[in-house]
C-alpha cells in the first residue's frame, strides 16, 4: 500500500530548488508571527469522514497556522485521517480513507510543543513537506487539531514530522473515496484517464507548422495498444479535456494493417472547432515511436506525433473511425 499525506495528494510533489524563506501563517513569517491562543477544544470525536477535509482540495501545510497544544488539553490518543491508493487483486486501483488512532503519543505531544525557530536569511528548498491530519483526544473523548511549530524556513518541524510518521496507528475504519484504475483499463494496459491532446495542440499552439504527410505512423511496430476515452461534457472544450477511459486492446496484425493504411492515406485537416466526445490513442507497447491521436466524433482529426520532426494533422474518414470502433 503506498501511503500518502494529504498534501501530496492534493498538489503532488514539489519540485525541489531554492527559493527565499516560505512565508506560512505562523513558523517562520516575519510579517504574521506564531498563531495566537491555544488549540481549540471541541465535543465528542466521532469520525475521520465527519471532519476532514477533502483530500483533493486541502493545499499546504495549514497546521503551521493553528494554535497551539494548550496547557489544559490532557491528550490521550492521536487520530490520524490519512489516505492511500490501494492495488486490487483485479489491477485496480482504489484511492482509500483510513482512521488509526494511538495511544503511545508521548514523542508526538513533546515535538508539538517545541517553539517555532527563527526564521533564516538564507536560501530555503522550495518543497512545502506536510504531515498526514492528526486529531488530539483526551480522556473524556473531546478533541482538538493542534498547530505545528515551525523551521527556519517556515515549514513544519521534522521532529513533528517524524513523530507523525513512527506513531503505531491501530486502524479503525476506511473507506473508498474513488476509483483510481479500473480493471478494465488495467487489464488493457491503459491509463485510466488521458487528455484529448487533438484539442490541446489545435487550441493552444493555433500557428503551429504542421508536416504535409503522415508518413509511417508508429513504424516498426510488433504491437500496438489501442485506448479508447469519453470526455465528459464538463471537460469539452476546456483547456485540457481529460477523457475517462472507455476500452482497450491490443491490436493484432489484421486489425492494425487497415488502421495503418487509412493513416497513411489520410488528408490535411480542415480548419474545425467542434469539441470531441470520444477519441483514440495509439502507441507502441514498448512507448516508442510517439503517439496517434483519432477524434472519434467532433472534427474527427487525426494528430500523429512522431518523436523527431513534425506532428501531422490530418481528417479521419468514417473507415477508419470504425476499424477503430470495431477493434476494441
Do not use: H
Not at 494548550?70 to 492521536?78: C, K, L, S
Not at 510488433?222 to 482497450?248: H, I, M, N, W
Not at 472547432?273 to 467532433?298: H, K, N, W
Amino acid at each position: 500500500m503506498r501511503r500518502f499525506g494529504w498534501v501530496l495528494i492534493a498538489v503532488g510533489a514539489l519540485v525541489g530548488g531554492c527559493a527565499q524563506p516560505a512565508t506560512s501563517p505562523g513558523a517562520g513569517s516575519p510579517d504574521l508571527g506564531p498563531p495566537t491562543g491555544t488549540m481549540a477544544v471541541r465535543g465528542q470525536w466521532t469520525a475521520c469522514a465527519d471532519v476532514e477535509p477533502s483530500p483533493l482540495t486541502k493545499v499546504g501545510a495549514e497546521e503551521l497556522g493553528l494554535p497551539r497544544l494548550g496547557d489544559d488539553f490532557t491528550p490521550v490518543a492521536a487520530v490520524v485521517c490519512t489516505t492511500a491508493l490501494e492495488k486490487r487483486p483485479d489491477g485496480s486501483e482504489v484511492l482509500m480513507a483510513t482512521e488509526g488512532r494511538a495511544e503511545d503519543i508521548a514523542a508526538l505531544l513533546a515535538a508539538l510543543r517545541l517553539p517555532d525557530e527563527p526564521p533564516t536569511t538564507g536560501a530555503c528548498r522550495a518543497d512545502l513537506p506536510g504531515i498526514d491530519w492528526v486529531a488530539l483526544v483526551d480522556a473524556d473523548n473531546r478533541w482538538g487539531r493542534p498547530g505545528t511549530p515551525g523551521d527556519p524556513c517556515g515549514k513544519i518541524r521534522v521532529e513533528v514530522r517524524d513523530a507523525v510518521a513512527a506513531l503505531r496507528l491501530t486502524e479503525v475504519s476506511r473507506r473508498p473515496l474513488r476509483e483510481v484504475v479500473s480493471s478494465d483499463a488495467a487489464a488493457s494496459g491503459c491509463s485510466q484517464q488521458w487528455a484529448d491532446m487533438v484539442w490541446v495542440e489545435t487550441t493552444l499552439n493555433p500557428d503551429r507548422v504542421w508536416a504535409t504527410t503522415p508518413g509511417s505512423p508508429l513504424a516498426g511496430g510488433d504491437e500496438v495498444r489501442l485506448c479508447v476515452y469519453q470526455v465528459p461534457a464538463t471537460e469539452r472544450g476546456s483547456g485540457k479535456p481529460a477523457g475517462t477511459f472507455e476500452s482497450g486492446s491490443l491490436l493484432t496484425a489484421a486489425q492494425w494493417t487497415p488502421i495503418a493504411g487509412a493513416l497513411r492515406a489520410a488528408k490535411k485537416a480542415p480548419t474545425c472547432s467542434t469539441p470531441a466526445e470520444r477519441f483514440a490513442l495509439l502507441r507502441r507497447v514498448d512507448d516508442t515511436q510517439g503517439e496517434i491521436y483519432v477524434e472519434l466524433t467532433g472534427c474527427r482529426r487525426i494528430m500523429i506525433m512522431p518523436i523527431d520532426g513534425r506532428p501531422f494533422l490530418g481528417l479521419a474518414d468514417t473507415a477508419l473511425v470504425a476499424l477503430l470502433d470495431s477493434a476494441t
